[in-house]
């Protein structure tokens, strides 16, 4: 099996986790911006950030034999000081032609705040202004539906902005529909406690059918799994998929969304 992870915060991991992703199959892995856990005090903080997506980690990455792509932005998280969302923004032009750099994300909502938003309309503006792709970052539990469609609002106002060319990430049975009517693509998170199980994701899957979806494990410093996506493959399997159809969903759909960057390539 060969498989693409479309979001990993591998900053946080451990080498022996590229060793087992390479041996599960992955061919390439993905790295939206994140909160690192902490608040950074400072835009330098984030400079050093982008420095280490766009440098050291594909290096990294590369001695499994893996490719290494990543995505910048300010994160919801550490959006509520819009002083600082603003530096951080300035820096991102000139990171955005280094050879690993998909598109703006992962953007979105976390509170669902005022100044979020604001924030996240600035970010919207740098992506339309610079042509990027957009990956979303969407709430969690009771928050989701509400930010969900705010994040959709904002991103169908813009008309600079193709559908086609945002993945809406972190899915769930309840706001996997509106994405996908939007036009837009939507990427189903497999966590071991919040988020996606395995079986949600299938099943929604089942339902919904496989064009313009994609899983991911969005293993970070905390309580996550980064073989996720090819532990959910083989439940695919068992449940009766061809062979195909799972390649479809873990390798050719994040192929195809994100090879419309010119960046990506395997
Ligand atoms: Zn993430």
């Known amino acids: 099996m060969r498989y693409i992870e479309p979001h990993a915060h591998m900053v946080s991991r451990v080498t022996d986790d590229y060793e087992r992703m390479a041996l599960a199959g992955c061919e390439a892995v993905c790295e939206p911006a994140f909160w690192a856990g902490f608040d950074r005090s400072a835009p330098e903080g984030f400079f050093d950030y982008f420095s280490q997506l766009t440098e050291h980690e594909p290096k990294r990455a590369a001695k499994f034999g893996l490719k290494h792509f990543c995505w910048l932005c300010i994160n919801s998280k550490e959006a509520e000081d819009v002083k600082l969302a603003e530096e951080v923004i300035a820096l991102v032009p000139k990171f955005l032609n280094r050879p690993n750099v998909l598109g703006i994300g992962e953007i979105g909502l976390n509170k669902n705040s005022r100044n979020e938003l604001k924030v996240l309309e600035m970010q919207v503006e ?109 439940e695919m399997k068992r449940r009766g998929h061809v062979a195909a159809a799972v390649e479809k969903v873990v390798f050719e759909n994040p192929k195809a969304f994100l090879g419309q960057s010119e960046h990506f390539r395997l």
């Open 126 to 234: 740098l992506a339309a202004v610079h042509s990027q792709l957009i990956l979303v970052h969407t709430p969690h539990l009771e928050d989701k539906l509400k930010g969900t469609k705010l994040i959709l609002d904002v991103l169908k106002n813009d008309r600079r902005i193709q559908p086609a060319r945002v993945i809406i990430d972190h899915v769930e049975e309840h706001t996997v529909e509106m994405v996908l009517d939007a036009g837009m693509w939507a990427g189903m998170t497999l966590y071991p406690e919040t988020k996606c199980t395995p079986a949600r994701a299938l099943d929604i899957l089942e339902i919904y059918g496989n064009e313009r979806l994609w899983l991911n494990s969005a293993c970070d410093w905390g309580v996550s799994d980064p073989l996720a996506v090819p532990k959910t493959a083989l």
